[in-house]
């Protein structure tokens, strides 16, 4: 009895709504007889059921609305690692067109490079560098099956980059501008003043045998001269950046910056006589 006691006690206010909404269903049942009373009656009821109701309902609701979002949520993170797994997949794809899109503005400023008369060009791929603390050249995929020899003049989007020194079969092996045994007719294009431009193995070239009071300055463009044989007239060396007179001698020292980055270039064109064979300049380009 006393735990009986004790039990309606600590859950008075839920025994106390089962028996109103036990006694409510109890008068609606009873009172069928007379519709009007009847419609009356059920007002009443409802009015007192319906917070009793809503009271005992409302955590069931709120339950439902907690197991409906965790879903979602359980959903959304599915999506979620879904789309990250596609993104992973697609990202090496997203690299291949970046490379693409790079090469191919690479490649159309080489074509856009002026024509250099009573000469054909051949384009050709850097495949190797063989630059050292003691030389600086690299290796293009054309050789002597392709029509190519020694002292052909190697040209990039930017200027001139050197001249074939060695061919093999399917390869040559291009002297870089700043190759220390590198020497170059050139004059400057405003001035018309001539020197040679000579390599450094460094960043930048020398013009030598410059007599003092030349009309030089910096910022002039250098351009090949056209004498010697190997360099058509007119192809861009670079620029010059520092005129300053020898402390003992009667030339001045005078630093040439080259156009083009001589590090990063990754595509040639050859200058070839025009009588050179070049029929199979876009298998040479195609090679990987």
Same mark, same amino acid.
Request: hydrophobic fraction near 45%; charge should be positive.
């Given at each position: 009895?006393?735990?009986? $006691? ?31 009373? /009847? ?10 059921? !319906? ?7 409302? =955590? *069931? ?17 599915? %999506? ?14 997203? /690299?291949?067109?970046?490379?693409? *899109?790079?090469? &191919? ?8 490079? =002026? @024509?250099? =008369? &009573? /000469? ?11 630059? #050292? ?10 050789? #002597?099956? %392709? ?8 040209? !990039? ?18 002297? +870089?501008?700043?190759?220390? &045994? ?28 410059? =007599? ?7 910022? %002039? ?40 980055? $001589? %590090? ?9 006589? @025009?009588?050179?064979?070049? +029929? ?9």
């Amino acid at each position: 009895m006393d735990a009986i $006691l004790v039990f309606l006690r600590q859950y008075r206010n839920e025994v106390f709504a089962i028996f109103l909404l036990l006694g409510a269903l109890t008068l609606m049942l009873t009172v069928r007889s007379s519709v009007d009373g /009847y419609r009356d009656v059920r007002g009443a009821v409802m009015g007192v059921v !319906g917070p009793v109701q809503q009271v005992l309902l409302s =955590p *069931l609701e709120v339950w439902r609305g907690v197991t409906g979002r965790v879903s979602e949520l359980v959903r959304l993170d599915d %999506d979620n690692r879904h789309l990250r797994t596609e993104l992973d997949g697609l990202k090496p794809r997203i /690299y291949q067109l970046e490379e693409l *899109l790079q090469e &191919n503005r690479r490649l159309r400023a080489l074509l856009n490079m =002026p @024509a250099v =008369p &009573n /000469y054909r060009t051949m384009a050709a791929r850097v495949v190797g560098n063989s630059s #050292s603390a003691f030389s600086r050249s690299f290796l293009i995929s054309a050789g #002597s099956s %392709d029509g190519v020899s020694d002292r052909v003049a190697v040209v !990039g989007a930017e200027g001139l980059l050197g001249r074939v020194v060695q061919v093999s079969p399917q390869s040559s092996l291009v002297l +870089s501008l700043l190759d220390i &045994n590198s020497r170059v007719p050139v004059l400057v294009q405003r001035s018309r003043v001539r020197a040679i431009a000579a390599g450094l193995n460094g960043r930048y070239l020398s013009l030598a045998f410059v =007599p003092k009071g030349s009309d030089i300055r910096i910022g %002039d463009k250098m351009i090949t001269s056209g004498t010697g044989g190997i360099f058509p007239k007119g192809l861009l060396l670079g620029r010059v950046i520092s005129v300053k007179p020898q402390d003992m001698g009667l030339f001045l020292h005078i630093l040439v910056e080259p156009e083009a980055d $001589l %590090d990063r270039i990754e595509e040639v064109r050859l200058l070839l006589n @025009a009588t050179m064979d070049v +029929s199979s300049s876009e298998q040479i380009f195609n090679t990987p």
